[in-house]
């Protein structure tokens, strides 16, 4: 079976231990297009890896989204197999209270062109927005008050 190529709405990681980067993934496409499809166990070129997942992995990613999002969007969390037996965990989201943030940290999803050998071809990536509170104790108003302060300006 094979998923295509990634897209604005539909994005792939290669198993659980990039968890995170997929909730991360489905935030930015929420946060952009409003609906997300993440396939965990496929790779990058959308043919599905063999990889073992059992319904503990469901309810694990279940958990850290509740962990990760500050207000969960709709899903539905399921564990897929092909007819040849290969397994994936299908992420399936729509949410339309943006934005969503991952772990305080909201992003949206783009492309960008990569020239790889002569051609160029689209890759899909997050791209950080904004930290709400985080960044204020970084602004640039409270960077030259404390530089003055200290008279190197």
Known sequence: MDFGSENETRGFV?????LDAAVKMMTAMLNRFN???IY????KDGKILDREFSE???SKVSERMGELINHMPQ????LERTEDGKGYIRISATGFETPYSFGSWFYVRRYRYVDRG???SVEWVENLTCGMKRHRSFSPVKRI????DTGTL
């Open 145 to 148: 008050i404390l530089y003055s």
């Open 75 to 78: 899903t539905a969390v399921s």
């Open 14 to 18: 290669s198993g659980m231990d990039e």
């Open 118 to 120: 002569g051609s160029k």
């Open 40 to 43: 965990i166990g496929v790779g």
């Open 35 to 37: 609906k997300a499809e």
């Open 56 to 58: 503990e992995d469901v």
